[in-house]
């Protein structure tokens, strides 16, 4: 029941080019534009806003070009663990704020409440357009992009005395290397898994560390060894980090992000301002009515 | 929210923390050790390697390994490193906060619980470290794993008591076996890894220019 390949549920990290008309916007738009859009789908709590909300980010994936199948990918690994949130929340109501609603279904201690249903939907939803939202800015966006893209919003921070062009290129760092790591942790589980170790055997969490340990400490190992390679590299290419750096690639704010963010200034605007509370009111009034007959 | 004094308090710490950065510089080790130990504990998060254990205590779901890269990067480069690993740490246990289960994941979509307390993970190891090194070195990388993940725990559970989450007295007992095991297994890596990673180095070191 090994799932070697990490690598391709990292989908987080990973630059695909397509050409699309989200490849082409300015690295700053789409920073901030999909973190507004994170920050939006975080706060907002009505289910039918949340399947909206999910029903744009997939609609941001097609428009990227991106295979939806790549892209969902991405949650994988915590699938389990979600299915079995949901399947709890649905059944016992876990993790509800109001109690008031009538069962459709119960038996035992178990009963599904139209309630339980929105936030099972509400919690799918949120989740998957969260997944969606950070892999399509990895996906639409390369790892130099990014760190302009991040230099350059960060930069008026730097009067605090913040070192942003440090920041920003430890960032694209540690997001360059997530793919290259991972790959090395597969190598690393499967060599261990050829000599007969059982990863994902004990729950005993000492037991679990005695399996993870050969493949924890050589990771380390090998990531600290290609820190001191990367190290070499960029002092022998003459890079001193530091303000007053020029940049050979200079980063053009065109119409298409002066749309780009405009639509999203007005998805956030609809996202908050229809009342989807009443939408999801009316919803749960109807499931009732259907439990009832 | 209720606590308008916390929040001053927040800020003024992050004043604080704005004006020590401006008196040190970075060099390209330290950038770069900050951002492979950053890829880590990110590569951590994102594949599940970083939770021992789906059952018992739920709460520190986010923490259980994600944290000692975080100290070896303070261990290893110092105070800044260790501040700024544990802020890659800190947005990612945000960011990764919805995905989590119910009581956890309001708590930790809050940044004041999922970032401010991280970023201290690193400073309080590195100076630990550097306060014990000279006396006993394995001595040290251990005290420095205790304390990190100590500080992990109590800076957590403590903001998310104060920000009126959650109480104390409900917290406390489902948090402490889970913190001694987090504790256990923290030092252990980190003391085999620092120790091999200076072994390596140490004969590494005659021949660098």
């Given at each position: 029941m090994e799932d070697f390949e990490l690598l391709r549920n990292v989908t987080i990290g990973q630059y695909l080019p397509t050409g699309s008309l989200l490849h082409?916007?300015?690295?700053?738009?789409?920073?901030?534009?999909?973190?507004?859009?994170?920050?939006?789908?975080?706060?907002?709590?009505?289910?039918?806003?949340?399947?909206?909300?999910?029903?744009?980010?997939?609609?941001?994936?097609?428009?990227?070009?991106?295979?939806?199948?790549?892209?969902?990918?991405?949650?994988?690994?915590?699938?389990?663990?979600?299915?079995?949130?949901?399947?709890?929340?649905?059944?016992?109501?876990?993790?509800?704020?109001?109690?008031?609603?009538?069962?459709?279904?119960?038996?035992?201690?178990m009963s599904i409440t139209p309630c339980s249903v929105q936030a099972v939907i509400a919690l799918?939803?949120?989740?998957?357009?969260?997944?969606?939202?950070?892999?399509?800015?990895?996906?639409?966006?390369?790892?130099?992009?990014?760190?302009?893209?991040?230099?350059?919003?960060?930069?008026?921070?730097?009067?605090?005395?913040?070192?942003?062009?440090?920041?920003?290129?430890?960032?694209?760092?540690?997001?360059?290397?997530?793919?290259?790591?991972?790959?090395?942790?597969?190598?690393?589980?499967?060599?261990?898994?050829?000599?007969?170790?059982?990863?994902?055997?004990?729950?005993?969490?000492?037991?679990?560390?005695?399996?993870?340990?050969?493949?924890?400490?050589?990771?380390?190992?090998?990531?600290?060894?290609?820190?001191?390679?990367?190290?070499?590299?960029?002092?022998?290419?003459?890079?001193?980090?530091?303000?007053?750096?020029?940049?050979?690639?200079?980063?053009?704010?065109?119409?298409?992000?002066?749309?780009?963010?405009?639509?999203?200034?007005?998805?956030?605007?609809?996202?908050?301002?229809?009342?989807?509370?009443?939408?999801?009111?009316?919803?749960?009034?109807?499931?009732?009515?259907?439990?009832?007959? | 929210m209720e606590l308008s004094f916390w929040q001053i308090v927040t800020a003024g710490l992050l004043g604080a923390i704005a004006i020590l950065r401006r008196k040190m510089k970075l060099s390209v080790r330290q950038i770069v050790t900050a951002g492979m130990m950053g890829a880590i504990a990110i590569l951590l998060g994102v594949t599940r390697l970083g939770f021992i254990g789906?059952?018992?205590?739920?709460?520190?779901?986010?923490?259980?390994?994600?944290?000692?890269?975080?100290?070896?990067?303070?261990?290893?480069?110092?105070?800044?490193?260790?501040?700024?690993?544990?802020?890659?740490?800190?947005?990612?246990?945000?960011l990764q906060a919805p995905t989590e289960q119910p009581p956890v994941n309001l708590w930790f979509s809050n940044p004041l619980v999922s970032i401010l307390p991280r970023l201290f993970i690193g400073v309080t190891s590195a100076y630990v470290y550097r306060a014990l090194r000279k006396a006993n070195e394995p001595l040290a990388l251990a005290v420095a794993g205790v304390v990190g993940t100590l500080t992990n725990t109590v800076l957590v559970v403590g903001m998310i008591v104060v920000l009126g989450y959650a109480p104390l007295a409900v917290l406390a007992p489902a948090v402490a076996p889970n913190a001694i095991a987090e504790i256990i297994i923290a030092v252990i890596i980190v003391v085999a890894v620092v120790a091999a990673w200076k072994g390596i180095e140490g004969r590494r070191k005659g021949s660098s220019v």
């Open positions: 082409r916007l300015d690295p700053r738009t789409k920073i901030v534009g999909l973190g507004m859009l994170l920050l939006a789908i975080i706060v907002h709590k009505a289910a039918s806003g949340l399947l909206v909300g999910l029903l744009l980010v997939l609609g941001l994936v097609i428009l990227a070009r991106v295979p939806l199948s790549f892209a969902l990918g991405g949650l994988k690994p915590a699938l389990p663990i979600l299915l079995l949130l949901a399947a709890l929340q649905l059944l016992f109501g876990w993790g509800m704020f109001s109690t008031s609603c009538h069962p459709l279904w119960s038996w035992w201690v799918l939803a949120r989740f998957t357009a969260l997944i969606l939202l950070t892999s399509l800015l990895t996906l639409t966006t390369s790892i130099s992009e990014l760190a302009h893209g991040a230099e350059a919003l960060l930069r008026p921070l730097q009067r605090l005395g913040v070192p942003a062009d440090e920041l920003a290129m430890v960032f694209t760092i540690a997001l360059r290397f997530v793919p290259t790591l991972a790959q090395q942790l597969e190598k690393l589980l499967k060599a261990q898994a050829a000599r007969g170790a059982d990863i994902h055997g004990g729950t005993n969490p000492l037991q679990r560390t005695r399996q993870l340990l050969p493949v924890l400490v050589p990771l380390f190992l090998t990531t600290l060894r290609r820190g001191e390679e990367l190290t070499l590299a960029m002092e022998a290419r003459g890079y001193t980090g530091g303000p007053g750096r020029t940049h050979y690639f200079r980063l053009r704010f065109g119409r298409i992000d002066v749309v780009a963010l405009a639509a999203i200034g007005l998805l956030l605007v609809g996202l908050f301002s229809v009342p989807f509370g009443a939408l999801d009111q009316h919803g749960l009034a109807l499931l009732a009515r259907l439990a009832s007959h | 789906p059952f018992p205590p739920l709460i520190m779901v986010s923490a259980t390994i994600m944290h000692v890269p975080v100290i070896i990067g303070g261990v290893l480069e110092g105070p800044i490193v260790g501040l700024i690993t544990g802020l890659i740490f800190g947005l990612f246990s945000w």
